[in-house]
Structure formats: structure tokens, C-alpha cells
């Protein structure tokens, strides 16, 4: 529920599954993922099948 208006919301979920490192340009969409969670507009849950690349993700 928004604290502001009082309107009850549900928080979209990017959920990111991966086995390697990205191979393409990733960055900025990387960016304004963490954007939109810092604003609390976004929850980003990512699933390593590899725990090489967990810091990646």
C-alpha cells in the first residue's frame, strides 16, 4: 500500500535467471533496473544455477 495516497499497488518483479556471464550489452538496462529499486518502483530478484557469476547478477 502507498504510504502517500493510500492506494494499495503491487511492486513489479524483474526476475533474472542465468548460468554465465552476459554476453551482451547489459549495462544500462543494468542501471536502470537498480534506478527503479533504489526508488522503490522495482524488485529485482536474480538466481544464479552458477555461483561463479552471483556478484554479476
Do not use: H
Amino acid at each position: 500500500m502507498s504510504i502517500k495516497t493510500g492506494i494499495a499497488y503491487c511492486l513489479p518483479w524483474l526476475i533474472i535467471i542465468s548460468d554465465e556471464e552476459p554476453t551482451d550489452e547489459w549495462q544500462a538496462a543494468a542501471d536502470r533496473a537498480r534506478e527503479m529499486a533504489m526508488k522503490r518502483k522495482l524488485m529485482i530478484i536474480p538466481v544464479s544455477v552458477n555461483r561463479k557469476i552471483i556478484t554479476t547478477l
